[in-house]
């Protein structure tokens, strides 16, 4: 097989990649984040903001998703594109998405900074011979299914075509392991690294499928020698049009990050972790930013589940003060637990109470004076 890796096999040194700035292949880890799917503006632009200040220097977001099912979201297209590449450019940060085909690639390689190629298109050779015809470096997952062997002859289509910067990105393989989506290999890291000079990154969300296993395994592929990590987030996993129940939210991406910070120096690595994990006041602010944009999640998952409501209630059981002071008591005992302070637990909660029935008035009757009176 050996002979096959004219171009990618190893070489008397390691590949280190400077691409307009970012270097990949060398001491330090590279920390790539952002969703799945691109969904919205607002969410491209939390998510890069929370991977800037976690030192990540790539955005991810799919806007041509490789769906499972053909009823599943598809999503964006080239609407997609242009929120993920301006967050990017925004915060500083290079913008990575999925090409799935020669027309989606010819409407995103002018205008992203790297391109990536799915497990599921690990083998579409034809799309692996134009992508090698771009000045664009490659990001080339392992398929679901490939050996070790598949995958680095399939970067030899890319380097042979004229493309020599791939990094090769290992995201799971399929085994009768049903406890976790696809079991990450670690081995396949250090094996690729063994037979190639090219950069190796571990993308621990697809591998897993898991949200709580994530952490684990990007800290367990750094310490097996991977050059950086793909990792899903998103403001709101709960609702993520894709992959919700793989992706970190962006607190636990930040937490993530400085976790990481010891365990790359542990192994004789770098990685920076959060802009200065010391108690900085930007550092302190981006960790607010992060949680801030959790509250405002599950905010607007609770609207949606009050609305729902209301389809059960009458109109006049819309407001029901004993149950409202029953979950205040509830909260207020909580936050007290948690040294929140109680007081603040009440009087947000009555805000939101409010607009709870304002919301479930509205969707039952349109009449203003009935909501005043009613709401009084
Ligand atoms: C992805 O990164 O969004 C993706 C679809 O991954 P994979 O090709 O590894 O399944
Ligand atoms: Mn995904």
């Avoid at 991977?51 to 955005?59: A, C, D, I, P, Q």
């Avoid at 801030?292 to 006049?316: F, S, W, Y």
């Amino acid at each position: 097989m050996m002979s096959q890796l004219k171009l990618v096999g190893k070489k008397a040194e390691h590949s280190v990649f400077d691409l307009a700035g970012l270097v990949i292949g060398g001491k330090e880890i590279v920390l790539m984040g952002g969703p799945c799917a691109v969904e919205s503006r607002e969410q491209m632009i939390a998510a890069a903001e929370t991977v800037r200040h976690s030192g990540g220097k790539v955005l991810r977001g799919g806007v041509f998703k490789p769906r499972t099912s053909p009823y599943s979201f598809q999503g964006l297209g080239e609407k997609g594109i242009d929120y993920l590449v301006q967050a990017a450019k925004d915060n500083n940060l290079m913008s990575v998405t999925e090409v799935i085909d020669t027309e989606s690639l010819k409407l995103v390689q002018d205008k992203v900074d790297i391109i990536q190629i799915g497990a599921r298109n690990m083998q579409n050779f034809q799309l692996l011979i134009e992508v090698g015809k771009v000045n664009k470096p490659v990001i080339l997952k392992r398929g679901l299914a490939a050996t070790v062997e598949e995958w680095l002859l399939a970067a030899e289509y890319i380097l042979a075509s004229g493309n020599p910067h791939v990094i090769l990105c290992e995201r799971g393989i399929r085994t009768y392991e049903p406890s976790t989506r696809n079991t990450l290999d670690l081995s396949a890291v250090v094996v690729a690294k063994q037979l190639s000079h090219l950069p190796v990154i571990v993308d621990p969300s697809h591998a897993a499928g898991r949200t709580d296993l994530i952490p684990a395994l990007a800290k367990a592929a750094i310490a097996a020698g991977a050059d950086g990590l793909l990792i899903e987030t998103h403001p709101n996993p709960a609702e993520a049009k894709s992959d919700g129940g793989q992706s970190l939210t962006l607190e636990q991406f930040w937490q993530l990050a400085t976790e990481l910070v010891k365990v790359a120096e542990s192994v004789g690595r770098t990685f920076a972790g959060p802009v200065k994990v010391q108690e900085s006041l930007q550092s302190l602010r981006a960790e607010i930013d992060a949680v801030d944009a959790d509250i405002v999640g599950l905010l607007a998952k609770r609207m949606k589940v009050v609305n729902k409501v209301a389809e059960h209630k009458t109109i006049d059981r819309i407001k029901d003060a004993n149950r409202e002071r029953e979950v205040v008591e509830r909260l207020s005992r909580l936050a007290q637990s948690l040294q929140c302070p109680p007081d603040l637990v009440k009087e947000i909660y009555n805000i939101v109470f409010d607009y709870g029935v304002k919301s479930q008035l509205h969707s039952k009757i349109t009449v203003e004076g009935n909501v005043s009176e009613i709401l009084r």
